[in-house]
């Protein structure tokens, strides 16, 4: 089983819609979560940390529940400049190291 | 916000050759680097953690005398790929850990596209 699983896509949305992502994590030792978007052939970008409380950056809002292990990403009033795969992550703290593990993305497509 | 830097972005070799990627933290000292491998639509895989001034950690599976790490200074860490063949084609990513104020944030570099013939 994946550490960090998601639904690879593609979400094929108009413009304005609102889409939501998902995903769930199997390593209850994780800490920190963060939703990054990854562009064509670019690197990784960090779109919003997750917190348990739930936290929203302008049209996005990301949403941590622990006891489910389950991750979300809402995005509101979709832009044709939203479109790009967005990657779940997760970071744990076992023997200090600090590295992140992606999910493999999600690719959003927002159609004019 | 932090800059890391990769170099170069793109290259091209012939199977059996070896290939050096750098990446630098442009503003910031990194005792700790990461480096990571993509294949066209998978999941960025961790491949080692880059030691200033010790061995890198290699993750299970990448074979550590194929993939040579160099972390030399505090702003540069060095992969480099040994005796290349076709599948190691991919897209490797590095990544810097800025440390302030008790917490830290990963800084990814553009990245380089490996192709080999």
């Known amino acids: 089983r994946k550490e960090v699983e998601q639904d690879p896509g593609p979400f094929n949305v108009p413009e304005g819609a609102t889409v939501a992502f998902n995903c769930t994590y199997s390593n209850s030792a994780s800490q920190s979560f963060f939703w990054y978007r990854q562009d064509c052939r670019k690197e990784p970008k960090l779109l919003m940390s997750?917190?348990?409380s739930g936290n929203e950056d302008g049209r996005f809002t990301a949403q941590l529940n622990r006891a489910s292990q389950y991750i979300s990403l809402l995005i509101r009033d979709s832009k044709l400049s939203d479109s790009a795969t967005y990657l779940c992550?997760?970071?744990?703290?076992?023997?200090?190291?600090?590295?992140?593990?992606f999910g493999s993305g999600t690719r959003l497509q927002v159609q004019p | 916000g932090a800059v890391v830097s990769q170099h170069p972005s793109r290259v091209i070799c012939k199977s059996g050759t070896s290939v050096k990627i750098e990446c630098r933290s442009l503003?910031?000292?990194?005792?700790?680097m990461f480096w990571y491998r993509q294949f066209p639509k998978k999941s960025l895989m961790l491949m080692a953690t880059?030691?200033?001034?010790?061995?890198?950690?290699?993750e299970q599976g990448v074979e550590k005398d194929k993939f040579l790490i160099n972390h030399a200074s505090l702003t540069l860490s060095t992969l480099t790929v040994t005796s290349a063949h076709p599948e190691d084609s991919s897209f490797y990513i590095c990544s810097a850990l800025r440390t302030s104020g008790g917490g830290y944030t990963q800084y990814f570099g553009p990245g380089t596209r490996l192709t080999v013939l």
């Open positions: 992550v997760v970071r744990k703290m076992d023997t200090g190291r600090r590295a992140l593990t």
């Open positions: 503003d910031f000292q990194a005792t700790t």
């Open positions: 997750v917190y348990s």
């Open positions: 880059s030691n200033e001034g010790s061995k890198a950690t290699y």
